[in-house]
Nanobody, 114 residues
Framework: QVQLVESGGGLVQPGESLRLSCAASGISFSVYRMGWYRQAPGKQRELVATVTSGGTTNYADSVKGRFTISRDNAKNTVNLQMNSLKPEDTAVYYC????????WGQGTQVTVSS
């Protein structure tokens, strides 16, 4: 059974940081492309960042320079370091794993508000 379990969400003020983690089980983690997507109220789910099995990263323009995605194949985890958070970063953040089949986590809420 495949499981992607996100953690690390919460309520922060603008300019602060959060680190999201996703623990994967039931897949050969090292060969999967991993990523983070987000969905704000009333909006479509959108890409935040991805990292390939080889370590190549890709970011949405809106988070470049502020967010960093990383993976630890020994621990089957993918992380998203989010710095300089803005109110528009408020969303539910979902972990994503893709190869031939794709899988999603349940999501973790990130709220940026003063």
């Amino acid at each position: 059974q495949v499981q992607l379990v996100e953690s690390g969400g919460g309520l922060v003020q603008p300019g602060e940081s959060l680190r999201l983690s996703c623990a994967a089980s039931g897949i050969s983690f090292s060969v999967y492309r991993m990523g983070w997507y987000r969905q704000a109220p009333g909006k479509q789910r959108e890409l935040v960042a991805t990292v390939t099995s080889g370590g190549t990263t890709n970011y949405a323009d809106s988070v470049k320079g502020r967010f960093t995605i990383s993976r630890d194949n020994a621990k089957n985890t993918v992380n998203l370091q989010m710095n300089s958070l803005k109110p528009e970063d408020t969303a539910v953040y979902y972990c994503y794993a893709a190869m031939i089949t794709s899988y999603w986590g349940q999501g973790t809420q990130v709220t940026v508000s003063s």
